[in-house]
């Protein structure tokens, strides 16, 4: 092959592989979306991971207890792998940040507040950290419970970011009440908002904060109130307010709801005859907690002892507020109470929860346990 001959096929060679680059780099562009060396990275990121398959589905531990983590806008990756590696929620910050930028989860990381846990792997944690809407947590509160009762299951509760301090602060005597709120039942003025932190079993947002939780128990005590039992107030010469004073006194009293009209007539009764209304939970709710029972045993000591407003032994007509969180069964029977002509009633001696009534209080002492 002479000299000219070996330079045109040079040529042509050259040609052919420069197409050939052309084309490659037409279709890298094409399929890298523009991004060429982004691709080329990532692809080799993926052939990294392909080497490390037990690291990612690796489990550090069988505690389930969630641990709560907060995103900040414009956080990245490596921020957040940071952080959680440090909470040893996820095996090894660099395998996190390769992980999320090969499956391009990197720009799908939500600001937010999440409820991880140390069961999860390190996939599964970069999927949560996507989707900040499904951060929700139940949240229940026992009928009968006071405010502080609250507090003590908040500071327990993991999920909330917030102290039950914090939440007494909104919440207790002095705090400001929504002015739509106070309308409604009249409290009067430095007033909590004990007794309207309706009982319910709540899904919570898990940004909630203090005055969010106040709002939404709030809210679902105004939800749950009917036209009838707003009108059965005003026809007893109630406010909303004394009326879930009765009701929480009723509330404490009871241990079945069938018997919470009933025990409403005894307070009825007396109440329109001028007696002391004599209801042991008042007298609870003035000593406060014992030994971290905020319900404890009182000896017929107390009645004299305790000295409080709160305390129906020593003081006439209602209480100052209510004392606990009625249910509406307890409020309903506040307003419509049965007729009866009883005045005590006492707990039965079969351990069942359900009382005797009795007219006169020698027929009160004749119910007593042998």
């Known amino acids: 092959m002479n000299l000219a001959r070996f330079i045109r096929f040079l040529m042509a060679v050259t040609a052919v592989f420069a197409l050939i680059v052309l084309i490659g780099a037409a279709v890298l562009l094409m399929i890298s979306n523009g991004r060429p060396v982004d ?15 037990d690291d990612l589905a690796a489990r ?15 956080e990245l990756p490596r921020q957040i792998a940071d952080r959680l590696w440090e ?60 405010m502080e009762e ?56 898990a940004q909630i904060t203090p005055v969010m939780l106040r709002d939404t128990l709030l809210e679902t005590f105004e939800a749950s109130l009917t036209a009838e039992i ?19 006194i009723i509330q404490r009293e009871a241990v079945h709801p069938d018997e919470h009209r009933m025990i409403s007539s005894v307070y009825h009764n007396r109440l329109r005859d001028g007696m002391k209304l004599d209801a042991d939970p008042t007298v609870q709710y003035a000593i406060g907690v014992v030994n971290g029972n905020w319900w404890s045993q009182i000896t017929q000591a107390d009645y ?23 249910g509406i069964s307890a ?18 001696c079969d351990g069942s929860g359900y009382h005797n009534f009795a007219r006169t209080f020698q027929e009160h002492l004749a119910n007593g346990c042998p």
């Open 230 to 248: 707003i009108a059965g107030a005003a026809e007893q010469g109630l406010t909303l307010y004394e009326a879930v004073t009765l009701a929480s």
């Open 87 to 146: 909470l040893n929620l996820i095996i090894d910050p660099d395998l996190f940040v390769d992980y999320v930028r090969a499956n391009r989860l990197d720009t799908k990381l939500e600001a937010g507040v999440f409820f991880l846990n140390r069961t999860m792997n390190l996939p599964e944690v970069a999927l949560a950290l996507t989707d900040s809407r499904s951060s929700q947590f139940p949240f229940r509160i026992l009928e009968g419970w006071r």
């Open 304 to 326: 004299s002892r305790v000295i409080s407003p709160y305390n129906t032994y020593l003081n006439t007509g209602l209480p100052p507020g209510p004392i606990a969180s009625p």
């Open 331 to 348: 409020i309903y029977a506040a307003v419509f109470p049965e007729s009866s002509p009883y005045y005590y009633f006492r707990a039965r």
């Open 150 to 205: 609250i507090a003590v299951v908040i500071d327990s509760n993991p999920y909330f970011g917030f102290t039950g301090a914090d939440f007494l602060n909104v919440v207790g005597r002095n705090a400001e009440i929504p002015p739509d709120f106070a309308a409604l039942v009249r409290p009067p003025a430095g007033a909590s908002l004990e007794g309207f932190l309706f009982p319910n079993t709540y899904q919570l947002p």
């Open 39 to 53: 691709f080329v990275q990532t692809a080799l990121i993926r052939l990294s991971l392909s080497g490390r398959t």
């Open 60 to 74: 550090l531990s069988s505690d389930t207890t969630p641990v709560r983590f907060e995103i900040s806008s414009g």
